[in-house]
């Protein structure tokens, strides 16, 4: 008997599932689409009813669908929300008055909300004080806690850090920070973005990040390390991006020299 002739060694339910998920690559299963019931594929695959019931666990937990208390399991829409590189802290974007993630939200026609969880004077992580240029023994930064979302779905989690000594006293240390959100209050301050350092790292998710953006078991994130650097090549704002890996794409077009 030659390998191919072999039995399969992979689970039942594992076989199901690659065949449902081919099916759905293929658009035989539309987004939106309801999948037969477990007993259905238990039946349409020979297998037991637990078997089938796996098989559509391990779909859920590869994000291709989602159950529906009451109704079934669906096929999942697909859903990015990109966050560009520069291009998202052009001149030209903040013109029109808009953060970021508003203006991005808007462009791809979702509608965005931030919900800003706390600002307060903090001990700055580590990492954050090496590259905001602060001491890392004292509370030396305003750290914002904000949690975004896109037609009320989570997206992601940013926590930005401020010099204290500069964000005292002004609007930086409210939630609502005016026209173009703290980059603007940053640029009165005297620190205009002219350059941009973005760390990039994949991992799983913390139990609270999970929580909070409510991700489906075996869903990394992806986490952005970001620090503006002004005129002066000052870095005067630093932000952990903690994005649903799921949901989200960084888009990069830089020049090459």
């Known amino acids: 008997m030659t390998a191919s002739d072999r039995p399969s060694q992979q689970p039942a339910s594992r076989r199901i599932a690659d065949t449902l998920r081919a099916s759905i690559e293929r658009g035989e ?3 939106g689409q309801k999948l037969p019931s477990e007993r259905a594929l238990a039946e349409q695959y020979g297998a037991a009813r637990n078997t089938a019931r796996e098989a ?8 291709l669908v989602t159950a529906k208390h009451g109704r079934g399991v669906f096929v999942r829409e697909p859903q990015r929300l990109f966050r560009f590189g520069s291009d998202r802290y052009s001149i030209a974007n903040r013109e029109t008055g808009l953060t970021p993630f508003r203006l991005e939200a808007k462009k791809q026609g979702k509608v965005p909300r931030i919900d800003v969880l706390s600002i307060t004077r903090e001990v700055p ?3 954050v004080a090496e590259r905001l240029q602060v001491p890392a023994d004292s509370e030396s930064v305003v ?3 904000n949690h975004y979302f896109a037609d009320d779905e989570p ?22 920070s005016g026209p173009n959100g703290i980059y603007g209050r940053l640029e009165e ?13 994949a991992r799983m998710p913390s139990p609270e990040e999970a929580r909070v953006l409510d991700l489906l078991p075996g869903v990394p994130v992806l986490e952005v390390l970001h620090t503006s ?4 090549t000052e870095p005067f704002e630093v932000s952990r991006y903690v994005h649903r ?4 794409g960084l888009l990069y077009e830089l020049p090459v020299s």
């Open 245 to 248: 890996a799921d949901q989200t």
């Open 155 to 176: 997206v992601q989690i940013v926590s930005t850090y401020l010099r204290w000594e500069e964000a005292e006293g002004t609007l930086l240390m409210q939630a609502k």
């Open 125 to 127: 992580p580590p990492d």
């Open 56 to 63: 559509i666990r391990l779909l859920a937990e590869q994000g």
């Open 189 to 201: 301050l005297g620190h205009v973005m002219t350059r941009v350092r973005d760390e990039i790292s």
């Open 29 to 31: 299963l539309e987004a």
């Open 229 to 232: 650097l002004d005129q002066n």
């Open 143 to 145: 750290h914002r806690e």
